[in-house]
């Protein structure tokens, strides 16, 4: 046994964690658990200490993506944290990362939370009483689906180094193993498919509340359609183009519906809860290649997106980097950050489409985001290299500041040396670092351990 301290994710102690996650859905109607803590869902597991702890999941998946946002955006060079008094660039665009003090070890620990939790509630679930059968594939279903989300979103952030996934044993032996990209892929898959069973098992509704992001899914039938919606953006990170299709066929994917249509984390200034933290425009400013490369419509103007999602400010320099555009995307402290859209879903079938050379259709569905997001003309090319070229450039314009989608894309076309760089922003990666808490417990140190420098 590896007899250093062993501080890892496999070592997550949650005791006290449930209850401050209730406090976190403000928009949901709580039961008074009196500080539900671990035991509680360990030990006497009740309907009311599930539903609590089912919501809590969807408080940590909230606070990890708008970190997403935070740290991938500036990585695919969306826009910028930028400190106000001059000091600095807040981000990782400028010097080697290193996993003992890098900031974005949150985007490991937060969603190895929610996993951790996701793994009491499902081994709670079959000792509790006053539940019925649909009800508890309701939760598993719902819970997997979120597990499956959290781990994407480690994998995403440090892809080639992989991941641990057995992550719910004995919290006090040897840290769990780590697992290749592949495997790690491969559980998430498991994990979705699982989850749309359990939905598919489900009743008529849930046994516990969500929050207003997902009103338009809040039974397990429509919430099936965002396990599916999910699917289908993992097969296309593992280039499973006919899986993309198939998932989109039992998804929310609708070009009569609005293209905001979706699933979305809520914030609000409610007492106990958080706001967006997004809402910042004197510390986030916006690359200036958002509206120095849009393209033009019919009449001269800029791509739509380029003109309503920054507006100019006065001009702002922090270590060499310069912009005078700050995002409005999130223009209230309540503003909801997307979890998963219509429009990245068309954008999802248009990529299957080009990949199965099925130009076209693919060419059908860029236009129309072209069209109806962009206010842009259609495009007549079917050759696959423009076509290509197309679906990024709306993929950019149509899906920045919600999740990093842009670092995430250039890397799995092998484009990240297009990110743009100068002076105050040199350095582009193609992973994060594991955190140290993660490598020091282990005899052999994994891979993405110590300092990573750039491409």
Not at 36 to 62: C, H, K, M, Y
Not at 201 to 230: I, K
Not at 244 to 252: D, G, K, P
Request: hydrophobic share 40%.
């Amino acid at each position: 046994m590896n007899s250093r301290g062993r501080r890892s994710i496999f070592t997550l102690i949650l005791t006290g964690t449930l209850a401050t996650l209730v406090g976190a859905c403000s928009d949901l109607t709580v039961p008074d658990l009196n500080n539900p803590s671990v035991s509680d869902l360990t030990e006497n597991p009740t309907a009311a200490v599930i539903a609590t702890a089912t919501q809590g999941l969807l408080a940590t998946t909230r606070d990890n993506v708008a970190s997403m946002v935070e740290f991938l955006g500036p990585m695919g060079r969306e826009g910028y944290a930028m400190s106000q008094d001059g000091a600095e660039l807040v981000g990782i665009v400028a010097t080697p990362l290193n996993g003992a003090n890098f900031p974005g070890n949150t985007l490991w620990g937060t969603p190895y939370e929610a996993v951790r939790n996701a793994n009491l509630i499902l081994a709670a679930v079959d000792a509790v009483t006053g539940l019925s059968d649909d009800h508890k594939a309701g939760i598993r279903g719902f819970t997997k689906t979120l597990q499956a989300y959290n781990f994407l979103n480690i994998i995403v952030t440090r892809d080639k180094y992989g991941a641990p996934i057995d992550v719910g044993g004995d919290a006090t032996g040897d840290p769990a193993p780590f697992a290749s990209k592949a495997e790690v892929y491969s559980h998430i898959i498991q994990l979705l498919d699982d989850g749309q069973q359990d939905l598919q098992a489900a009743g008529s509704s849930f046994a516990f509340d969500v929050t207003s992001g997902l009103s338009d899914f809040s039974t397990p039938a429509e919430f099936l359609e965002v396990n599916r919606a999910l699917r289908a953006r993992v097969a296309a990170y593992t280039e499973d183009w006919q899986g993309v299709l198939t998932a989109l066929q039992a998804s929310f994917i609708d070009t009569t519906r609005s293209l905001d249509y979706g699933a979305y984390h809520t914030f609000s200034t409610n007492a106990g809860d958080q706001v967006n933290p997004l809402n910042d425009p004197s510390f986030f400013y916006a690359h200036t290649r958002i509206r120095a490369d849009a393209q033009q419509r019919g009449d001269g103007s800029l791509d739509l997106r380029a003109q309503n999602k920054v507006r100019e400010v006065a001009s702002f320099t922090v270590s060499g980097v310069t912009s005078n555009l700050v995002f409005t995307i999130y223009d209230s402290p309540d503003s909801p950050l997307p979890w998963i859209r219509n429009e990245e879903l068309i954008l999802l079938r248009a990529e299957a489409h080009l990949n199965l050379s099925q130009t076209d259709a693919a060419r059908e569905d860029i236009n129309f985001i072209r069209v109806h997001s962009g206010g842009l003309d259609p495009i007549t090319t079917t050759d696959p290299a423009a076509l290509l070229d197309e679906l990024l450039y709306n993929r950019f314009y149509s899906l920045m500041w919600e999740y990093g989608h842009t670092w995430i894309d250039m890397r799995r076309y092998g484009r990240l040396d297009q990110i743009p760089t100068g002076t105050g922003d040199p350095l582009v990666f193609d992973a994060m670092p594991v955190p140290e808490s993660e490598c020091s417990p282990r005899d052999s140190r994994p891979a993405g351990c110590g300092q990573i420098g750039g491409i």
